[in-house]
Each structure stands twice: as structure tokens, then as C-alpha cells.
């Protein structure tokens, strides 16, 4: 990308028990991209050993925290580091690395704040419980947050730094995506959504949200979270 | 005094001892400390004078003082689950923050030393 000589661009990674295809991620990233964030969540496997030896900054958290939590961590050394942009890239494979043109190009022409990469609009195999699961969350973002977004959960996202500078999360694990949504809104940041393509194998699949219990756990973490306001 | 209210007078009043103990071992604050000495204040009344609830149900509208004990307890509980869950969020939040930092400043400390070698 030409941007990469003027723009200080960061992509984080958050990883939990990935080391089967975090080598292969981050192969993929650097293509394009030279500051690969890995937030290791905690894994009990090779993940952090893998990404180090692939040459991404590696941060360990002690212990399994969540996506939420994994994603503030690598928020955090990104602009201490002084990104202009930054990525947030699934460490699971389901992403294209082809795409993250597309969720930079709109901030780069100064066009949105953030953007989010949508599955639902691109190409794609994505299976009708992963559709049904996207609609859900978006469906009760939209009703906590009041903004409606076609792909919340989705992991493809670019930030513009003054963007992410006024997004304060709490949120600690896959709630997070909403929560997103939520402080685009309350910032009145300007937020674009460009179509992606998502890459489903048996694997993606097993690692992301189960069709009931990733939905009633989402639902139930901003119940929880809107509650007590914590 | 029946047999069975004696027993309950006597577990109460452990409870009441233990709670003293914990309040002077600085174990529980002076708000929790009232908040239960109430509550179990109050069943050691319902206990010694069980036909209270019943007048109290009357007042209430619910009929049988057992039916204003089962009330009182399912608000109760539901009140503890709610105080509870609060409670370990706010220990969750403050211990992410502290894996947080430490992995930050882990991280630092690794990229300081890689420089210096």
C-alpha cells in the first residue's frame, strides 16, 4: 500500500489458542502492513511463540481476559506508538488480507473515521448460523446503542487515531463489537461500512460464536454491561 | 416457645455472633455489618413471634404471612444475585486492568532490554 510510506499503519491482532493459523495471518498482514500487533489472550498453546518468530510485536496477557479486553491492550501500544491507523484483523484466518485495502481507503481519503469491513455485502461462503448470528447481534445493538450497522461483530475494522483516541471501552469480551458501535455513535465519529469477503472453513467456524450461546451471551454481557454501567 | 423456634433462635444467634466477629476482625464494614445485623435482626422476630406476618400480610394484601416470608425471600435473593454479579464485575474490571498493565509493561521491558543487547 502506498500510504505505508506516510502513514504509520498498525493492525492488531487479538489471538487466544490460534497457533494454527496465526503464522499464516500474519504472513498474510504483512503483505501489506509491517506493524502487526499480536495480543496473546492467554493462550495455552504456541501462539505467542509462533508470532514472535514471525516477527509481529507480541503482548501476553497471564491469562484468558477476552476479545474486549485483548482488543484495549493492542489499542493501547498501537497509539503509544504512534499509529495514524489502525486495524483490528481476526487471528483465526476468516479474514482476507486482499481487503484490508478497502477498510484503509476510505480513511486515507479523509471520506470516514472508522470503517467496518461487512461480510454480509461481500463476497463469500458465509453460512446461514453465521448470518442469522450477525443479524441477531446487529439487531440488539441497534436496540442498546441506536445505530444500526449490517455486520457488528465484524473482526475487519479501520480506525483513524483521533478516532480511537475519543473510543473509551469497558467492555471485556465479545460485547465489544457493540460497544464499538455504541461510542462511534455517542463521538458522532463518521463510519463507513465496505464490503468484505469472509473466509469460512471448518475452523473459522469452530472458533467463532455458536448460534444460540454466542448470541445469548453477547445479548446478555450489554444487558449487563448497560445494568451497572461498569 | 417450641422446640423448632428454640433451634432457630440458637442458629440465629450464632449467625449474630459470627457477624459481631467479622466486624471486629475488620472483615466486614460497618454498612455490611448493620445490613445484616438487620436482616437477621428481623428473623429472629418473624421466628420469636411468627403471627407478625401474618398481620403484616394482612396489611400488605397477600394473605398468609408463609406466602410474605417466600416474598421476602425471592426479593432477597434476587437482591444478592444483583449486589453479587455487580460486585464481580467490578472485581473483573480491576483485575483485566491489572493483566493489562502488567503485559504492557512486560512488553516494555522485553523491547528495552532486545535494544540494549
Redesign the interface.
Known amino acids: 500500500m502506498t500510504s505505508n510510506k506516510t502513514l504509520k499503519i498498525f493492525a492488531v491482532v487479538p489471538a487466544y489458542n490460534e497457533e494454527k493459523k496465526i503464522g499464516q495471518v500474519i504472513e498474510g498482514l504483512k503483505k501489506y502492513i509491517s506493524d502487526i500487533i499480536v495480543?496473546n489472550d492467554g493462550s495455552l498453546d504456541k501462539t505467542a511463540q509462533i508470532a514472535k518468530e514471525k516477527g509481529a510485536?507480541?503482548?501476553?496477557?497471564?491469562?484468558n481476559?477476552g476479545l474486549g479486553?485483548a482488543l484495549?491492550?493492542g489499542f493501547?501500544?498501537a497509539l503509544e506508538k504512534g499509529a495514524d491507523i489502525i486495524l483490528t484483523f481476526d487471528a483465526d484466518g476468516q479474514h482476507n488480507p486482499d481487503d484490508l485495502e478497502k477498510v484503509i481507503t476510505p480513511i486515507l481519503k479523509g471520506q470516514a473515521d472508522v470503517v467496518i469491513g461487512t461480510r454480509l455485502k461481500g463476497k463469500g461462503n458465509m453460512p446461514l448460523s453465521r448470518k442469522i448470528i450477525s443479524f441477531l447481534a446487529s439487531l440488539f445493538t441497534y436496540i442498546f446503542y441506536g445505530k444500526w450497522v449490517s455486520d457488528s461483530q465484524s473482526g475487519l475494522r479501520a480506525f483513524k487515531r483521533q478516532a480511537l483516541e475519543k473510543i473509551k471501552l469497558?467492555s471485556?469480551k465479545m460485547e465489544v463489537s457493540s460497544e464499538i458501535i455504541g461510542q462511534i455513535k455517542k463521538h458522532n465519529l463518521c463510519l463507513k461500512e465496505v464490503p468484505i469477503s469472509g473466509i469460512y472453513t471448518s475452523y473459522s467456524l469452530s472458533k467463532g460464536q455458536k448460534l444460540f450461546s454466542g448470541s445469548v451471551r453477547i445479548v446478555w454481557d450489554v444487558l449487563?454491561?448497560k445494568l451497572?454501567k461498569? | 416457645m417450641f422446640l423448632g423456634q428454640f433451634l432457630f433462635v440458637l442458629v440465629i444467634l450464632f449467625f449474630i455472633y459470627r457477624l459481631w466477629r467479622n466486624f471486629l476482625n475488620k472483615s466486614i464494614n460497618k454498612v455490611q455489618f448493620i445490613e445484616w445485623l438487620v436482616f437477621w435482626l428481623i428473623a429472629l422476630g418473624i421466628v420469636i413471634w411468627p403471627e407478625t406476618t401474618s398481620f403484616l400480610a394482612r396489611v400488605l394484601g397477600i394473605g398468609r404471612g408463609a406466602d410474605l416470608i417466600i416474598y421476602l425471600a425471592l426479593f432477597l435473593i434476587f437482591y444478592f444475585i444483583f449486589s453479587f454479579t455487580r460486585r464481580l464485575k467490578i472485581i473483573e474490571k480491576n483485575i483485566t486492568k491489572i493483566v493489562q498493565q502488567m503485559a504492557l509493561d512486560d512488553y516494555k521491558k522485553k523491547s528495552f532490554k532486545e535494544k540494549e543487547d
Open positions: 495480543v510485536v507480541l503482548v501476553s496477557h497471564c491469562f481476559l479486553a484495549r491492550t493501547c501500544l469497558s471485556q449487563i454491561s451497572f461498569i
